[in-house]
């Protein structure tokens, strides 16, 4: 009981993480036992202390006390729990833009609809492997989609992350194997604008160490692709077949085939040149 409660003995050789209690203008002292009493839980503040050859009247936590303990530290994890999962924002999602892009932000469409699904049934995923192929036009919401996705396992404090195959090849060749580790052993990773990479030996070969490491693995991936999916099913050579092959063994297609989202500059920045030109921008 002691213990547990944070009595503290100030003749006592021992140092406690908690502060004693100290009489508040709403406790009073109970005249039948001489204990300081908490007026608010009605519980006391004090103890008597039995020792060998001598008693003492020693400090103790009240229900008040131990719900103002809990809540500071349930508040102190959250805040902790809150910094790591800022830490594995930027680990994961070296791209600021795509930090911001969120399920809530987005404007619902079937493709999103399927990815929030996905994320639902993340452990069921997860445990059979199983990932996401995002294919379809420049500009159709691959990137945002995949980068809601990363966004929000990252919430729920899964390590996740995002990377493109150029930024992939762009990695000095004596930090590949390093970066392909890294890569490897995400809980999910995101592969964006696969496909466009490359006809060289070192671009195949580097790619396909990332997709098939990560099936060798064990865990999922999300991809995103400019490529259809007849292209994706029939690459026409050897070298592509065996990581198209791979990808489709890992990963369900979803088409994106509504219109580009990015014909030219966005409407959002012309309403921003229109505030600062003071009419809209035709050119």
């Known amino acids: 009981f002691l213990l547990e409660h944070n009595i503290f003995d100030a003749g006592a050789d021992t140092v406690s993480s908690r502060p004693p209690a100290t009489p508040r203008p709403s406790d009073y002292t109970d005249p039948a036992t001489g204990l300081l009493m908490c007026e608010v839980c009605g519980e006391p503040r004090q103890h008597h202390l039995h020792l060998p050859g001598r008693d003492r009247i020693v400090s103790c936590a009240c229900k008040c006390m131990r719900e103002e303990w809990a809540a500071k530290e349930a508040e102190d994890k959250a805040a902790e729990e809150r910094k790591r999962i800022e830490e594995l924002r930027k680990a994961g999602i070296p791209y600021p833009g795509l930090r911001a892009k969120t399920f809530d932000s987005s404007t619902p469409t079937r493709q999103l609809t399927q990815a929030m699904k996905y994320v639902e049934a993340w452990e069921q995923m997860r445990e059979h492997n199983i990932g996401m192929l995002f294919w379809g036009g420049p500009g159709s919401g691959k990137t945002h989609t995949a980068a809601c996705v990363v966004n929000a396992l990252i919430g729920r404090g899964i390590r996740a992350g995002i990377t493109s195959t150029a930024d992939l090849l762009a990695v000095a060749y004596n930090d590949r194997s390093a970066e392909l580790r890294r890569l490897i052993s995400l809980e999910l990773l995101a592969l964006d604008d696969w496909g466009a990479e490359r006809d060289s030996t070192y671009a195949m070969e580097t790619v396909y ?57 966005t409407e959002e920045k012309h309403k921003i040149l229109a505030e600062v030109f003071g009419g809209a921008s035709n050119g």
């Open 209 to 265: 160490a990332v997709i098939d490491g990560r099936l060798r693995a064990g865990r999922p991936m999300v991809i995103t692709t400019n490529l259809s999916l007849q292209d994706v099913r029939n690459p026409g050579d050897m070298a592509r077949e065996r990581i198209y092959q791979r990808v489709l063994e890992g990963c369900q297609p979803v088409g994106f085939d509504e219109p580009s989202r990015r014909p030219g500059i």
